[in-house]
């Protein structure tokens, strides 16, 4: 059995520092352990953790560890094959061997407990069944440092009774932001052809060329692109719905402006987001939403967006700042509100509907998503080092 502690110093060792997950009693010690070290964000579910690790990961500055049930594999599977492989962004992972066989558990395990190295298999990550002798996982950890240093993510999976026992210091959170609003009344919406283009809101964020700005998938990130190509802009090709979490995770772990680009579809896929977004987010955090209420780029399906109050969901959810501009130079004012606030405090939250339907004749990006990567970390890297950071 390993020393939880021992064995979470040799982690910080290699640069694994931060922890994103969703609790298992299997892996309790060692997220009682980071939670201890104040090291520890709680997901709502294990995709975002998987993309909150992620952006941790794209920071550069460590590499993002993720503790997750092998149940929650399937909740993680959108961002590890399109996210993870495609971006070639690299996070290290436990999973605990929940309905091993031999072993007594409850009857949902059955299945994953025979299929998850198998899944990883499929999905091309390198993975290993942890050793619960100290000296031999500390081969294992370096071993997947090695992997991670050539832009492969690598997974852990974890018996029964592995780590020894952590007691919990505190049940209490440590709040990051007081949960105080300011929202902006909204008038009345207006009509389709009064709502401004998604391109035309599009033109005003790039702009922002000291702010790392990232697009959710589909039409958004490919107008963003045709707009122009920079070098502190990410699109994000599948992984619907993940990337706030993205976006939190880099935040974390930099002092730039983050912006968050998404759409009413992708937010409402993944919307225990806000709550994490909320509360862990700093001052440097925006999340955006261009709500056209539908799924654009599968053929114009509507969404549920107009059943939903997205900004007053946003509120109840914590963001500090929301905001609800009236037309574009109103979002314009909101951004460079943002962008130019010396000592903003957490999350920024600004919502603006727009009309339905895109470009005409949209291209893709020519530039492939782990060359997007590699650029925007050289992007954050030298802008760190002007600004002396």
């Known amino acids: 059995m390993l020393d939880t502690q ?7 060792q290699y640069d694994f520092k931060t922890f994103a997950g969703v609790p298992c ?27 909150i ?44 061997l929940r309905g091993e066989a031999g072993i007594a558990d409850e009857p949902q395990h059955e299945l994953l407990g025979t299929i998850t190295d198998k899944i990883l298999e499929v999905c091309k990550i390198d993975y290993d069944f942890l050793s619960p002798d100290i000296s031999e996982a500390s081969k294992q950890i370096l071993s997947a440092r090695n992997a991670i240093a050539n832009n492969k993510s690598f997974i852990f999976i974890v018996r029964k009774n592995t780590f020894k026992p952590v007691e919990l210091q505190t049940q209490s959170p440590i709040p990051a932001n007081p949960h105080l609003c300011v929202l902006k009344t909204p008038k009345t919406q207006n009509p389709e052809k009064e709502k401004p283009k998604r391109i035309e809101a599009l033109h005003i964020i790039h702009q922002y060329k000291e ?26 090709v ?61 053929g114009g399906q509507f969404s549920l967006s107009p059943y939903s109050d997205i900004p007053q969901i946003a509120l109840s959810c914590g963001y500090k700042n929301v905001f609800t501009p009236e037309n574009l130079e109103d979002f314009k004012n909101t951004l460079d509100h943002f962008i130019y606030s010396q000592n903003p405090e957490g999350a920024t939250f600004i919502y603006l509907p727009i009309q339905k339907g895109s470009k005409e004749n949209l291209s893709r990006p020519k530039i492939k998503p782990k060359e997007v990567k590699q650029r925007l970390q050289h992007f954050i890297k030298n802008s760190k080092d002007k600004n002396g950071i």
Request: hydrophobic share 40%.
């Open 6 to 12: 021992e064995f979470g110093k040799i982690l910080k």
């Open 211 to 236: 702010a790392i700005i990232l697009a959710t998938t589909g039409k958004t990130g490919r107008e963003l692109y045709e707009i122009t190509d920079s070098p502190n802009q990410l699109y994000m």
């Open 238 to 298: 599948g992984s619907m719905g993940c990337i706030s979490p993205l976006a939190l995770g880099l935040s974390l772990k930099i002092t730039q402006k983050v912006i968050a680009i998404d759409g009413d579809g992708a937010l409402l896929m993944r919307m225990g987001n806000l709550t994490t977004n909320a509360f862990y987010a700093k001052g440097n955090f925006c999340h955006i939403c261009l709500d056209n209420q539908s799924h654009d780029s599968t």
């Open 25 to 51: 009693s299997f892996l309790a010690p060692l997220i009682n352990h980071a939670l201890n070290e104040k090291s520890f964000i709680m997901a709502n579910n294990e995709g975002d953790a998987i993309a």
């Open 53 to 96: 690790a992620s952006g941790i990961s794209l920071s550069q500055n460590e590499i993002g560890v993720v503790l997750m049930q092998n149940s929650g594999l399937s909740n993680a599977l959108s961002p590890l094959t399109s996210l993870n492989y495609t971006f070639e962004l690299p996070i290290l992972g436990f999973v605990s």
